[in-house]
């Protein structure tokens, strides 16, 4: 008998491109889970950074504080720790690109520019996404009118154990779930059973998986070390077998219902699938 779908893990990744805080339970607002990407560093044009331009942002670390996170250096011991609050005030404001949106931000404080500046070597800005702004998911395949933070392009991320066994069955080097950022990670099932998913819920909570997510350079890097695969793992491998439509296709993006409470261990049901 398969083992039944239930929610093994919740991420959310507070600022873009940087590490994830793991959870047990997370609450669901309209652009995804509740301090999810919600800050964003930006350069000297305001253009957002992430570790595919900006390799050094791999060296900065995400923990958990009160209210908040701390950000600090993975080879700058010197540089104290970085509190920043999950929240901004829009004492100072500004425009800034990412991809093809430019969107309305809140500034953080003088003294979190100048931290990332001295740590990435660069000028550089934090910048946070207020209730205020409207950042759509991509209209074709947004017909509930989604929003989305500063994440890519879809509120949630979801990717099965399974989907992550089969792929380290195939490396030399297994690489752990951290490498894909996901914010849902379920267990039970086949690898990939949730490619052909289309309505599912997690308890009573409903959402619909959207399309799957190509893979980028960013999966080569070892969030636990900063270093890169000299042989582009797992991408290569990826590459051999989960190429569509020249995309290396690894998990599932997913839309949600814009509010709800999460907690691991919930149980996952398929209510409908794609095709």
Known sequence: MAAPLLLSDLYIYPVKSLGGIRLTEATIEPRGLRHDRRWLIVNARNQFMTQRQTAAMAHLRVAPAYNGFLLSHQQRPELLPLYVPFEATPEKTLFVTIWDDIVFAWRAKPECDAWLTEALGQECKLVYMSDMVRRDVEPAYNPEGQLVSFADGYPFLLIGQESLADLNARLAE???????????????GQAFTED?????????????????????????????????????????????????????????????????LLRVGTPLTIVTRKG
């Open 174 to 188: 297994p690489v752990s779930m951290e490498r894909f950022r996901p914010n849902l990670v379920f267990s039970g």
């Open 196 to 260: 052909n998913w289309e309505q599912f819920t997690i308890g009573e909570v409903a959402f619909r998986a959207v399309r799957g997510c190509g893979r980028c350079v960013l999966t080569t890097i070892d969030p636990a070390t900063a270093r890169k695969s000299p042989q582009g793992e797992p991408l290569r491998t990826l590459a051999t077998y989960r190429t569509e439509d020249s995309k290396v296709l690894f998990g599932q993006n997913v839309t949600g219902p814009g509010r709800g």
